[in-house]
Nanobody, 119 residues
Framework: VQLVESGGGLVQPGGSLRLSCTASGFTFSSAAMSWYRQASGKERELVAGITSAGGSTNYADSVKGRFTISRDNAKNTVYLQMNSLKPEDTAVYYC?????????????WGQGTQVTVSS
């Protein structure tokens, strides 16, 4: 199982970035996917989540209206479009996959990608 995030970097306040997380080693279309972030000295927090078929999404209040989570099951990839970025969005962003096979549950994390919002 592997989750590889990409797309992070340095951006000015008000700018945009799109993060990608490409999965392998499991049936991506069966997994609920989510993005978390962890700022320096803070706990990891949920940013956004999307169901396996993409029919339902949820967002942290702090990013509603600015971030959009989506997925392409044909490409085994989940995205996080981040607009109107603020300095407080600076963090390491992690991709998470959760799925079940019969009665066994699985949970996997990516290695993270750094997002820095600064002028």
């Amino acid at each position: 199982v592997q989750l590889v995030e990409s797309g992070g970097g340095l951006v000015q306040p008000g700018g945009s970035l799109r993060l990608s997380c490409t999965a392998s080693g499991f049936t991506f279309s069966s997994a609920a996917m989510s993005w978390y972030r962890q700022a320096s000295g803070k706990e990891r927090e949920l940013v956004a989540g999307i169901t396996s078929a993409g029919g339902s999404t949820n967002y942290a209040d702090s990013v509603k209206g600015r971030f959009t989570i989506s997925r392409d099951n044909a490409k085994n990839t989940v995205y996080l479009q981040m607009n109107s970025l603020k300095p407080e969005d600076t963090a390491v962003y992690y991709c998470r996959a959760r799925w079940a096979v019969v009665i066994r549950r699985y949970d996997s994390w990516g290695q993270g990608t750094q997002v820095t919002v600064s002028s």
